[in-house]
């Protein structure tokens, strides 16, 4: 199964942005959904967690105003984002995890850019 993460773009401050991440194949192959983010110079941090059941678990900064969801009838995942900040600027990846072998697959990240 592959993973392409798709929707960023430029948006101004207090803006929204859906990022969706399609996948080849059944995304209930996956444990775990994760976006993660990777701003300039920075390290690559996690977004949030989804599991197979569509419960998450979101970075603190991004509470209230991310939502992750999944439509398994697609094999789509989804990142609603609302009220961006420029501090969410980055490249985001999507990535899917399979327990308990831990074998991971990455989707290509996507660019959003948020202005201030």
Known sequence: VQLQAFGGGLVQSGGSLRLSCAASGSIRTFDLLRWYRQAPGKQRELVVIMNINGGTDYKDSVKGR???????????????????????????????????????????????????
Do not use: H
């Not at 939502?67 to 999507?94: E, F, H, I, P």
């Open 66 to 116: 991310f939502t992750a969801s999944r439509d398994n009838a697609k094999n789509t995942v989804y990142l609603q984002m609302n009220n961006l900040k420029s501090d969410d600027t980055g490249v985001y990846y999507c990535n899917g995890l399979t327990l308990p072998s831990y074998d991971e697959i990455w989707g290509q990240g996507t660019l959003v850019t948020v202005s201030s």
